[in-house]
């Protein structure tokens, strides 16, 4: 009795692997002509736009008009400059930040804020500190030589930035206060002849 039951167990296993051999290579074989017509078509044609309207961004922005100039920062945590050219001549230099993205000010916050090199980490520090109700700015920090107030999704602010406060020998910077913004939102400000 026991043997006639492993005997027939073993011819089921002997059977169910035989019948799967024969499967096996009808199903690989209707897949081929489906894999080679999906591998064409979508790739080619997405990516070259977006580089145009970089390009086109660039060309905008390098034509700064004398004392006053326009700052751009979107959604992506940048602004479409890396650095401000302010001619010695400005006695008031004029920047207006746009912003031309669609988030809120409370999610991608943005501001134009100038201090020395050797100030940033601290404006920023306690910027971030002062908190949102003080649109990240420390009330009275003697550090800022300028600052924007905080925009979001479509605004803007202007700021005119009295030159007379650089002074020969120092390195300023421009930079956003929002949280986790500065590695991100920084460039130069240059005094040229
Ligand atoms: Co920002």
Redesign the pocket.
């Known amino acids: 009795m026991k043997i006639y039951l492993a005997l027939i167990s073993a011819v089921a296993l002997t059977l169910s692997a035989c019948s799967q051999e024969p499967a096996a290579p009808a199903a690989s074989a209707p897949s081929e002509p489906a894999a080679s017509a999906s591998a064409e078509a979508p790739a080619a044609s997405a990516p070259t736009a977006p580089a145009a309207s970089e390009a086109a961004h660039a060309a905008a922005s390098s034509a700064d008009t004398a004392c006053q100039t326009v700052v751009e920062?979107g959604d992506d945590?940048k602004y479409n400059k890396t650095e401000i050219n302010i001619s010695k001549s400005c006695k008031e230099y004029t920047i207006t930040l746009k912003h031309m993205g669609t988030m809120p000010k409370t999610a991608?916050?943005?501001?134009l804020v100038i201090a020395k090199s050797e100030d940033v980490d601290g404006v920023a520090k306690d910027g971030a500190a002062a908190g949102a109700e003080n649109d990240f700015i420390k009330a009275g920090d003697e550090r800022i030589i300028a600052h924007t107030k905080?925009i979001g999704s479509s605004e803007e602010a202007t700021v005119k930035v009295d030159t007379s406060k650089f002074s020969a020998g120092n390195k300023y910077e421009f930079f956003?206060?929002?949280p986790g913004?500065l590695a991100?939102?920084r460039g130069s400000v240059n005094l040229i002849d």
């Open positions: 920062a945590m991608m916050g943005h501001d905080l956003c206060t929002f913004h991100m939102m």
